[in-house]
């Protein structure tokens, strides 16, 4: 039951089918609101903290920021695949955890605010640096971290079938 990510909707989170939102409840709307800014606050607040324990020296490069970028894109990738090919997920759980929690968590205003403020001529090595590395140690992380988590339930599944046999 493998999906590949090409396959999955832009936004998963909202239903394609125009009748079915017609129909969607008002109590469901706000329920589904409610949740996703529950979990933003909760992954603001976490990117907030990181950003106060590990601030940025004046020209320095911003680690936190990477940090949490990086790290929130390795989230959604195994995030991506428990949801989709691991669990019968609640409907609200993506929008909590992948819209909210790590929505909320990562920034690309602030990597494009920290980049724009490195480009001045002393720095423009290091706003490079950070522009282009952020972004492909994202991607890198988000392919790994779908690959792994892959990897770890096709191992966890195939144990627990020759359990079952023996």
Do not use: K
């Not at 001045?120 to 282009?132: K, R």
Request: charged fraction near 20%; include cysteine; charge should be positive.
């Amino acid at each position: 039951m493998t999906t590949e990510l090409s396959q999955e909707p832009i936004d998963a989170d909202l239903d394609p089918n125009p009748s079915r939102s017609q129909r969607e409840s008002r109590r469901d709307r706000t329920a589904l609101l409610a949740t996703i800014a529950v979990g933003g606050s909760l992954g603001a607040l976490a990117r907030y903290g990181l950003a106060e324990l590990w601030p940025t020296p004046p020209e320095g490069f911003p680690w936190a920021t990477f940090t949490t970028n990086v790290s929130g894109c390795f989230l959604i990738g195994v995030l991506m695949v428990l949801i989709t090919d691991v669990w019968i997920a609640h409907r609200l759980l993506r929008p909590f955890l992948g819209v909210g929690v790590l929505g909320g968590f990562t920034t690309f205003s602030t990597y494009t605010n920290e980049t724009r403020n490195l480009l001045q001529p002393d720095t423009i090595g290091l706003a490079f640096a950070y522009l282009s590395g952020t972004l492909v140690a994202a991607l890198l992380v988000t392919l790994v971290a779908v690959r792994l988590t892959r990897e770890a339930y096709e191992g966890m599944r195939r144990r627990a079938c020759r359990r079952r046999a023996a």
